[in-house]
C-alpha cells in the first residue's frame, strides 16, 4: 500500500458511500486502502460493510463496542492498523475533501517532513464550512491559545486543531500516546518533536448528519489541552478552579438568602466534593480506574480526605472571617487555594493507586508524585 486513509466515525452512515468513491477517485493513482474506526450507534458499520463489498479499492471496518479514548482512541487504533507507513487522518462527513488526498501525499514526497496538516489557515485555506460565527470564533480562538501554549512545537503549523493531516507513522511512538480527546494532531504534535508542512484547504460544509461539535467536546479539549501542556495538575486545577467559583458562588446565593457563612459553606463543600470528583474521574484520572479501587471505594476515599480537609478549613476559615476580617468570599478563595496542593497528592497517590501497589518508599512516592504532575508536557 502507498496510504492508509483512515476514517473515525460515529453516526455518518449517510455519508459513507459518497466519501468512499470520492477517495477511491482522487487516489486512482495509488494504492490505497480505507479504514473506518466506527464507534457509532446506528447502522454505519453495517453500510460501511454494504460499501466495501463493492469498492474500488479495500475497505476496513473495526467497529469499536467500547470506545477508549474518544475520537482520539480511534485515530490511534487506525494507525496500530494501516498496512501502509503513511497514513491521512479524515472526518467522515466530506468537510475534509478526499480531493485534496493527493497534495498531502505530493506534499509528504517531498521528504522533508513528518506530518502534513491540511490548514484552514493559511495561504487559500478557508474554514467556512464552520457552522455560524460563534463555531468561527471559537475555531480561531481556540487555535490562537493552542499555538500560545504550544509555542515552539507549534511554531510550523498554522492550524493545529484540524483533524485533517497525513502522518508517517513510522516516525512516532504510538505506545507513548495517550488520546483523551478528538484533537489527536494536537496530542501528536505536542507529544514528540515532529518536522511539520502544510497545505491549504477549504474546509467544506457537512454533506448529512449533524455535526458533534458541543460543549461538552469543548470541555475536553479545554482539560485535553491542559493535560499536555502541563500534565495532570493543571487539569486537577482546572476542575478545581470550576469547583472554587461553584463553591463562592453557592456562599454569595446563600449569604445573600440570610443564611450564616458557615452554614452557607458547609453546603458549598459538599456539593462542590461531589461534583470535583465526578469531574476528576472522567477528566484528570480516567486511565487510572481500571487498575484502582472500585468506584464506591475511590468515592469513599474522595469524600472523606476532603471533609476532613473542610473539617480543618472551615474553622480557619471562621477565623479569617471573625478575627482578620476577610469577607467570607475572600476567605472562602484563600482557603480553597491552599487546600489544592494535598487535595492533588492524595488522589494521584491514594485515592487512584493500583489495587496490589505495595507501599511506597519515599523516592517512589516521589517519583510518582513527579509522573503524574509533570506528564505529559512539553519539553
Known amino acids: 500500500m502507498d496510504l492508509t486513509v483512515i476514517v473515525p466515525t460515529y453516526n455518518e452512515s449517510l455519508n459513507v458511500a459518497e466519501l468512499v468513491r470520492r477517495i477511491t477517485a482522487a487516489t486512482s493513482h495509488f494504492q490505497t486502502e480505507i479504514i473506518f474506526v466506527d464507534d457509532s450507534s ?7 460493510r454494504r460499501v466495501a463489498s463493492s469498492a474500488g479499492v479495500p475497505v476496513r471496518l473495526l467497529h469499536r463496542e467500547t470506545p477508549v479514548g474518544g475520537l482520539g482512541g480511534a485515530v490511534l487504533a487506525g494507525l496500530r492498523m494501516a498496512q501502509s507507513d503513511v497514513c491521512v487522518v479524515m472526518d467522515g462527513d466530506l468537510q475534509h475533501p478526499p480531493e485534496d488526498i493527493p497534495r498531502l501525499y505530493e506534499r509528504y514526497l517531498s521528504d522533508d517532513c513528518d506530518v502534513v496538516v491540511a490548514s ?20 480561531r480562538a481556540s487555535t490562537l491559545l493552542t499555538k500560545a501554549m504550544f509555542p515552539l512545537r507549534l511554531r510550523n503549523c498554522s492550524d493545529p486543531m484540524t483533524g485533517f493531516f497525513l502522518v508517517d507513522r513510522r516516525r512516532i511512538d504510538l505506545e507513548t500516546l495517550r488520546p483523551r480527546g478528538f484533537k489527536i494532531l494536537l496530542e501528536l504534535l505536542a507529544r514528540q518533536p515532529l518536522r511539520v508542512a502544510e ?3 477549504a474546509f467544506a460544509d457537512r454533506l448529512a448528519g449533524d455535526s458533534k461539535a458541543s460543549f461538552r467536546q469543548g470541555i475536553f479539549f479545554l482539560t485535553q489541552l491542559a493535560a499536555l501542556r502541563f500534565g495532570k495538575m493543571s487539569a486537577f486545577a482546572l476542575i478545581g478552579a470550576f469547583g472554587a467559583l461553584l463553591n463562592i458562588a453557592i456562599v454569595w446565593a446563600l449569604t445573600g438568602a440570610g443564611v450564616g457563612y458557615i452554614f452557607a459553606a458547609i453546603i458549598a463543600a459538599e456539593t462542590t466534593i461531589v461534583g470535583n ?18 468506584a464506591w471505594s475511590r468515592f469513599g476515599k474522595s469524600f ?17 472571617v471573625e478575627t482578620w476580617h476577610f469577607s467570607a468570599v475572600v476567605a472562602t478563595a484563600i482557603t480553597l487555594a491552599v487546600a489544592f496542593l494535598a487535595r492533588f497528592m492524595f488522589h494521584s497517590l491514594v485515592v487512584y ?4 501497589g505495595r507501599a511506597a518508599t519515599r ?15 512539553e519539553l
Open 42 to 48: 446506528d447502522d454505519t458499520p453495517d453500510v460501511v
Open 120 to 139: 484552514r489557515y493559511t495561504g487559500q485555506g478557508s474554514a467556512d464550512g464552520l457552522a455560524g460565527a460563534v463555531r468561527t470564533f471559537v475555531s
Open 199 to 201: 497545505i491549504s484547504f
Open 277 to 294: 470528583f465526578l469531574l476528576q474521574e472522567r477528566f484528570v484520572f480516567g486511565e487510572m480506574r481500571d487498575q484502582a479501587s472500585g
Open 304 to 320: 472523606a480526605f476532603n471533609n476532613a480537609e473542610a473539617v480543618i478549613r472551615i474553622p480557619i476559615l471562621a477565623l479569617m
Open 353 to 356: 493507586a493500583p489495587k496490589d
Open 363 to 377: 523516592q517512589r512516592t516521589l517519583d510518582a508524585l513527579d509522573a503524574q504532575v509533570a506528564r505529559p508536557g
